[in-house]
T-cell receptor, first 114, second 114 residues
Framework: GNSVTQMEGPVTLSEEAFLTINCTYT??????LFWYVQYPGEGLQLLLKATKADDKGSNKGFEATYRKETTSFHLEKGSVQVSDSAVYFCALSDRETSGSRLTFGEGTQLTVNP | DGGITQSPKYLFRKEGQNVTLSCEQN?????MYWYRQDPGQGLRLIYYSQIVNDFQKGDIAEGYSVSREKKESFPLTVTSAQKNPTAFYLC?????????????FGPGTRLTVL
């Protein structure tokens, strides 16, 4: 079946540091890949997505590239801010094998200190 | 404003009682979903519906029930058969029944069993 593995957290950084959150996936079809962000006490918001190999999703300074050869979709940001503190979820959607479903990673808690 | 609303935000229940969580969307989306989130874990799919009057079990449907009588509404009932119902519940919707486009999330309901 499909699965998503994220790097273990929590991650603590100082403001303006470089961020990488690793995400790898297993899928039998050709999935779409997503990063969602969850701020404390709220629902999830879509951060970025990529629907085919070599696509780069980007939003609010965050980027992730769909790497089929390494089955990865790592999230990066060059300079984090305190307001980026949240939980980040990597997810995939594989229409061929799982239809109308998203498979989520366990989430990575990011804390950015001033 | 278009979006997904969940009510109430906080809900307390005594053991042995059934409780219904509301989810409404005015995005005109066909598909709707219910997820459960526990601390330190990713989201787990409870039920989903791709069209009115039809729904499918997700990975952890036992102890839960749903209905989809209207396109904009997808209420979730947590029954007394659910052994450990204390959790954060998230409702989502997507525009395509295939679900491989992104899902949009509501703000969540935190259920506590006393």
């Amino acid at each position: 079946g499909n699965s998503v593995t994220q790097m273990e957290g929590p991650v603590t950084l100082s403001e303006e540091a470089f961020l990488t959150i690793n995400c790898t996936y297993t899928a039998t079809g050709y999935p779409s890949l997503f990063w969602y962000v969850q701020y404390p006490g709220e629902g999830l918001q879509l951060l970025l997505k990529a629907t085919k190999a070599d696509d780069k999703g980007s939003n609010k300074g965050f980027e992730a590239t769909y790497r089929k050869e390494t089955t990865s979709f790592h999230l990066e940001k060059g300079s984090v801010q305190v307001s980026d503190s949240a939980v980040y979820f990597c997810a995939l959607s594989d229409r061929e094998t799982s239809g109308s479903r998203l498979t989520f990673g366990e989430g990575t808690q990011l804390t950015v200190n001033p | 404003d278009g979006g997904i609303t969940q009510s109430p935000k906080y809900l307390f229940r005594k053991e042995g009682q059934n409780v219904t969580l509301s989810c409404e969307q005015n995005l005109n989306h066909d598909a709707m979903y219910w997820y459960r989130q526990d601390p330190g874990q990713g989201l787990r799919l409870i039920y989903y519906s791709q069209i009115v009057n039809d729904f499918q079990k997700g990975d952890i449907a036992e102890g839960y029930s749903v209905s989809r009588e209207k396109k904009e509404s997808f209420p979730l009932t947590v029954t007394s058969a659910q052994k450990n119902p204390t959790a954060f519940y998230l409702c989502a919707s997507s525009p395509l029944p295939g679900g491989w486009d992104e899902q949009f999330f509501g703000p969540g309901t935190r259920l506590t069993v006393l």
